[in-house]
């Protein structure tokens, strides 16, 4: 078993947990790093997104993003 910690939150971000926990039929820790996964997964699709957008405003870099994504691109033999 991973070491643990103890962390201090709101009772009614408490009460959420544990419902999200039954719900799931799952226990309090693995409700706990599913959102955490959950979070950081947003996060990272943010800044993605963020990052294409930016890209997209300067039309030499996005061509060159998407050429490069055309050279490296792998034919998955569906049609």
């Known amino acids: 078993m991973p070491a643990t910690t103890t962390i201090r ?3 009614d ?3 959420q947990l544990v419902a999200l926990s039954r719900k799931s039929g ?3 820790i693995a409700t706990v790093r599913a ?3 959950a979070l950081r ?3 990272f699709g943010e ?3 963020r990052e294409i957008d930016e890209l997209q405003r ?3 870099a996005w061509e060159e993003y998407l050429a490069e994504g ?3 691109s792998v034919a998955d033999g569906v049609a």
């Open 26 to 28: 799952s226990s309090l």
């Open 13 to 15: 971000t408490h009460a």
């Open 58 to 60: 300067d039309p030499a």
């Open 47 to 49: 800044q993605v997104a």
């Open 35 to 37: 959102a955490a996964e």
């Open 9 to 11: 939150i709101d009772t």
């Open 70 to 72: 055309e050279s490296t």
């Open 41 to 43: 997964r947003q996060q």
